[in-house]
């Protein structure tokens, strides 16, 4: 498996990010349209996508949410290639890129039917945020998680 850092336009990401939405629509219905403008690709800061034997298989993606904390989005992977670590190993390049560009807290909403995502944020250090942020603050259909990225030094 080899991951590449991309550009917003990058047209694996794009397509990912397609496939991404057409998920949740098909879990979530009309109600996914009220969560779409959150999940452009517009003002990314970093983006990976993961390939195997030459074809884009996962993306993440992350955006600034605030002088100091990054906003982890876009994760998917496609069916075919689920449980293979794929996700952990995208995360934990955006966490490393979100740190080295001054971001010292990363947080994630996620929808509250996405049992394994849930699972994957707290395997990787994540922790529950149940007041949610920014646009999910309240909100009854997500599932928010923050982490610390940095190492403890001030940039």
């Known amino acids: 498996m080899e991951i590449r850092f991309v550009e917003q336009d990058d047209r694996a990401l794009a397509q990912l990010s397609q496939e991404l939405d057409s998920f949740f629509f098909d879990l979530l219905g009309a109600v996914y349209l009220e ?12 983006g990976v996508v993961a390939y195997e034997a030459g074809e884009a298989v996962g993306c993440a993606c992350w955006k600034p949410f605030d ?3 990054a906003e982890l989005k876009r994760v998917y992977v496609r069916p075919e290639q689920r ?4 996700a952990r190993r995208m995360v934990a390049q955006i966490e490393q890129h979100a740190a080295a560009s001054g971001c010292h ?9 996405l ?7 707290l395997r990787q250090g994540y922790r529950p945020l149940p007041e949610g942020f920014g646009p ?20």
């Open 67 to 69: 002088a100091v904390t």
């Open 35 to 46: 969560y779409q403008p959150h999940n452009t690709l517009s003002g990314l800061a970093g």
């Open 83 to 86: 449980r293979s670590g794929t």
């Open 115 to 121: 049992d394994g995502a849930a699972a994957l944020y």
């Open 105 to 113: 807290r990363m947080v994630i909403e996620t929808a509250k039917e």
């Open 136 to 155: 999910y603050i309240g909100d009854s259909g997500s599932l928010c998680f923050e982490k610390e990225i940095s190492d403890g030094t001030m940039r």
